[in-house]
């Protein structure tokens, strides 16, 4: 954005005698009418306006581009506010409900704990948002997402977002830890099989809310290091980057997927399902692999472009 200076006597001095000598000049080499002095004097007072009130309107200008991108920033992030406000109010409402059901005993705990942890997600994505909103009010552009981001201010953005990410991945891994517990107690009472698709399901899930938190804490720590000096921004980067690919692939389990596929392909001998759906299952376990493939390729290539990264 172009500032607005004050001109030094020194400088309205000096352009005055250029706008003196630059008029001598014309006048000795043109026609031999002269003009007053006070009417020279004039002339530079009027340059000196224009010049200064130009840059007085590029400085607006910017301003008023700047600020109107900041309130148009604003402008989304209250409609995302209002719109997960709402859904706040209704989850909330819900579990009110639910409570009543469960003392009455019309729905067990596991289903007052799920509707727990909606509530507990909506009120993360609530926090993100409102912090979203005072780092636009603060910097009047997008919120910074990367581990070597500056502070504004003295506050880190970066971080308080790390912390919320955090902790909504790790009411998810509680959630998922929770079910998994149940079903496997289940197939030690014998109300379930050992090999119940639902049961393997949700020890996925459990593994892949793991990794999640497992990558949310090394992006914490990259971004500790990287403020405390230990890492250049190029190297906090780069590792965030293997870090997130890695996630990635422990992410894409297949196990699942073939399952699914296995199951599908049984229903449909059995006359259950039709063929369609035996595709739809075989498309599932081809898009995993190829984003699989797609991951690796990815990991090699950051290997290639800067070697195997340091220990996290």
């Not at 172009?2 to 003196?20: A, D, G, M, N, Y």
């Not at 289940?186 to 050992?194: F, H, I, K, R, T």
């Not at 984003?291 to 090699?300: A, G, K």
Request: with cysteine; charged share 30%.
């Amino acid at each position: 954005m172009t500032e607005i200076h004050e001109p030094t006597p020194e400088f309205v001095s000096r352009l005055e005698w250029q706008v003196r000598s630059t008029l001598s000049r014309r006048d000795r080499f043109s026609m031999p009418t002269r003009r007053p002095t006070q009417q020279v004097v004039k002339m530079a007072a009027l340059i000196l306006i224009s010049v200064f009130c130009g840059a007085a309107g590029v400085a607006t200008a910017d301003q008023v581009q700047e600020s109107r991108a900041r309130a148009i920033l604003l402008q989304q992030i209250d409609l995302e506010m209002q719109l997960t406000g709402a859904q706040l109010q209704l989850v909330r409402t819900r579990l009110e409900e639910v409570e009543g059901l469960f003392e009455t005993g019309l729905v067990n705990e596991e289903t007052v704990n799920a509707t727990k942890n909606e509530v507990r997600m909506v009120e993360l994505r609530y926090a993100r948002f409102q912090l979203d909103r005072e780092e636009i009010s603060l910097t009047g552009r997008e919120p910074q997402q990367k581990v070597s981001a500056p502070l504004v201010g003295n506050r880190d953005f970066v971080t308080e977002r790390f912390d919320l990410d955090l902790a909504e991945a790790t009411s998810i891994l509680t959630l998922a830890e929770t079910k998994s517990a149940t079903l496997h107690r289940q197939v030690e009472e014998g109300l379930l099989s050992a090999t119940s698709t639902t049961l393997r399901l949700w020890d996925v899930q459990v593994r892949q809310a793991q990794q999640r938190v497992h990558y949310r804490n090394i992006l914490q720590d990259l971004r500790a290091r990287f403020l405390e000096g230990e890492l250049t921004a190029e190297e906090a980067e780069y590792r965030a980057r293997f870090a997130e690919a890695e996630s990635s692939l422990n992410n894409l389990s297949l196990e699942v997927a073939r399952e699914n596929l296995s199951r599908a392909e049984e229903l449909f001998e059995q006359g259950a399902i039709r063929e369609s759906e035996v595709y739809e299952a075989r498309l599932e376990l081809l898009q995993r692999e190829l984003r699989m493939q797609q991951v690796m390729l990815r990991i090699e290539q950051l290997r290639s472009g800067g070697g195997d990264p340091p220990p996290m």
